[in-house]
């Protein structure tokens, strides 16, 4: 039954164009072909890229973040409530405004006290800036070498200047081992960050982030696959050129060294909408969509790559919306008070409303006579005197 399936699977009419078969692929004469196997060797060195991360955040990373002076924020720890932290762990921290009445009766506390504690425990679990400079530093460092990198392999090469010539010959273009290697690599990080999202930060384009992950392993597998290892770099290669520059707006973010950060975040805007919405569409696309089939007739390989495309170029235009959403604050305020892209949280109130807030209960009694909260109702119990009446208004 595998033997079956498998032999479906790799039929040549699926990823190659018509009249073209497997065995023209076939190592000969002194020439290399890419051979689907060879991918293989992407899973134990994306383990490998994730112990060495793990490595580089705590030699590198952690000192790098001290140096600039990045700093987190003494948190104010909540004083234990278990109905509270059931709630939290259960439902979450928002709960609606009925549950949140129910909750502050049965803890004796008015609403804007129970507020105040949902906030102080989800503020508690939020990730500190040291933790967000160290996985910022890692991707910083691996896309600059990648960017640069891929420059040093295709610099010389003909399709990276004329996008057509991707095609000329294809599927029998041989392999070169320098595009070999970095091709793996490029794999092997793509894989390692999927493998290490459920432990990083949670970000708000969380299922983008995995949508994007997924679609460009997929993306570089198959392209490898099928010998389009020409189009295939310039898709990582384009990429690679705005990555960094985002992680390193990250990195100056997170130590609050505005100046440079807004530089950086300015010439990040702007090499993203060229090469993300520019670049990509004229370029990539239109040399798959018409120039790929100049010479042969459509094929399934053919509207599988495009589409994978297609899905990268729907989270361009996702992430192109919130970097422009990032440029009118910028403009308006004259600075980021946000991470930019996927680093936008969801905000709690202010350190300072949270100190404000000080019970007003004592052995089970009011301490007198409160202004009603303006965001809603108090809790009953919280007029409650000792002998069960109401406190006077």
């Not at 720890?77 to 909750?103: D, I, S």
């Not at 070999?180 to 930060?201: G, M, R």
């Not at 007739?297 to 422009?324: A, K, R, T």
């Amino acid at each position: 039954m595998w033997s079956s399936l498998n032999e479906w699977l790799w039929q040549d009419r699926f990823w190659l164009p018509p009249n073209n078969s497997w065995t023209e692929l076939e190592d000969r004469d002194g020439l290399v072909f890419a051979h689907p196997q060879d991918m293989l060797a992407a899973l134990p060195l994306a383990l490998a890229l994730v112990a060495i991360r793990f490595t580089f955040e705590r030699l590198v990373g952690l000192p790098l973040s001290r140096w600039l002076g990045v700093q987190d924020q003494a948190r104010k720890q909540v004083k234990p409530n278990v109905t509270l932290e059931k709630h939290f762990l259960m439902e979450g921290w928002r709960p609606n405004k009925p549950q949140m009445a129910v909750l502050a009766t049965q803890c004796g506390l008015t609403l804007r006290q129970t507020q105040c504690w949902f906030r102080r425990r989800w503020n508690q679990d939020r990730p500190c800036l040291t933790k967000k400079f160290c996985e910022a530093s890692w991707r910083f460092v691996f896309y600059l070498c990648s960017f640069f990198g891929g420059l040093l392999v295709l610099y010389h090469e003909s399709w990276l200047w004329r996008p057509a010539m991707c095609w000329d010959n294809y599927p029998n273009q041989p392999l070169k081992p320098a595009l070999y290697y970095w091709y793996l690599l490029e794999l092997s990080f793509y894989i390692s960050l999927l493998i290490t999202l459920p432990f990083d930060i949670r970000r708000k384009d969380f299922k983008e982030q995995v949508a994007h992950h997924l679609v460009t392993i997929t993306l570089i597998a198959f392209s490898y696959s099928a010998n389009l290892l020409r189009i295939g770099s310039l898709v990582l290669l384009l990429h690679d050129s705005t990555d960094y520059l985002l992680e390193a707006c990250k990195m100056f973010n997170y130590a609050h060294q505005q100046r440079v950060c807004n530089s950086l975040f300015i010439i990040f805007s702007l090499v993203f909408f060229y090469t993300r919405l520019v670049l990509f569409p004229t370029q990539i696309l239109y040399t798959t969509y018409y120039e790929s089939i100049a010479n042969s007739s459509p094929f399934f390989g053919y509207y599988f790559f495009n589409s994978l495309l297609v899905m990268l170029q729907l989270l361009h235009v996702f992430w192109s919306c919130l970097i422009l959403r990032m440029i009118h604050s910028f403009t308006k305020k004259g600075q980021m008070e946000k991470d930019i892209r996927s680093d936008v949280e969801e905000s709690a109130s202010s350190e300072e409303e949270e100190t404000q807030e000080h019970l007003q209960l004592k052995n089970g009694a009011a301490q007198g006579p409160q202004e009603s909260p303006t965001d809603g109702p108090r809790s009953r119990a919280a007029g409650l005197l000792p002998n069960g009446h109401m406190l006077a208004t």
